[in-house]
């Protein structure tokens, strides 16, 4: 079975601040990991996704996560926060066939 | 125009009406899903379809029905809607049954059951 756990519902930083966005993972198989932005009334947009090729993944917006086994994380970072980055965030995984399971979200707010 | 669309953005029913959303592709995708948003929930699975006359449930099927007579279309219906049903609901679409492949969603239908 496969689950995601994100850390904290809601994160505010300020604009040019770091962005962190935390993604915990269980999967009895090897995972494939995505990450995908919601901006308000919209539907999901891949930012990037992890497919065992490279454990830093780049993606789009400046946006990139790290493939960490040994701590089950996918966590999302971009070094400077831009105010079109305030919107939800969603973790997500798959393992055996195209199933998705998503996390709670993360709603990110940037302050100018 | 090319994508995913759905129909209605937005709909308000009453309690025990039937409803259904609509969803259409142009990619000719063989894979479609449906998923409710819920707060505190995230995304969760309802129904998906692996082609034409094909389905299979998911997280959360209980009254859902969903129909794919072709393959660019999958509707969704609430045979008799309840309030628990008050939701945003998203269909998507892949091209195939690997796990690594990237779901393409549409815009979303905000549902609302007084």
């Known amino acids: 079975a496969q689950s995601v756990t994100q850390l904290g519902s809601h994160v505010s930083v300020s604009e040019g601040a770091l962005v962190l966005l935390r993604c915990n993972y269980s999967?009895?198989?090897?995972?494939?990991l995505f990450w995908y932005v919601q901006y308000p009334n919209q539907g999901l947009q891949l930012l990037l996704k992890?497919?065992?090729?490279?454990?830093l993944v780049k993606g789009i917006n400046g946006f990139e996560a790290e493939f960490k086994k040994s701590e089950t994380s996918f966590h999302l970072t971009k070094p400077s926060a831009h105010m079109s980055d305030a919107a939800e965030y969603f973790c997500?995984?798959?393992?055996?066939?195209?199933?998705?399971?998503f996390g709670t979200g993360t709603s990110l707010t940037v302050i100018p | 125009d090319a994508g995913i669309t759905q129909s209605p953005r937005y709909k308000i029913t009453e309690t025990g009406r039937q409803v259904t959303l609509m969803c259409h592709q142009t990619?000719?995708?063989?894979?479609m899903f449906w998923y409710r948003q819920d707060l505190g929930h995230g995304l969760r699975l309802i129904y998906y379809?692996?082609?034409?006359?094909?389905?299979d449930k998911g997280e959360v099927p209980d009254g859902y029905v969903v129909s794919r007579s072709k393959t660019e279309n999958f509707p969704l219906t609430l045979e008799s809607a309840t309030r628990s049903q008050t939701s945003v609901y998203f269909c998507?679409?892949?091209?195939?049954?690997?796990?690594?492949?990237?779901?393409?969603f549409g815009p979303g239908t905000r549902l609302t059951v007084l």
């Open positions: 998507a679409s892949s091209e195939s049954w690997v796990a690594d492949n990237e779901q393409f």
């Open positions: 999967s009895s198989v090897p995972p494939y």
């Open positions: 379809s692996a082609a034409a006359d094909i389905t």
């Open positions: 990619w000719s995708h063989s894979y």
């Open positions: 997500a995984v798959s393992a055996t066939g195209n199933q998705f399971y």
């Open positions: 992890y497919t065992s090729a490279a454990t």
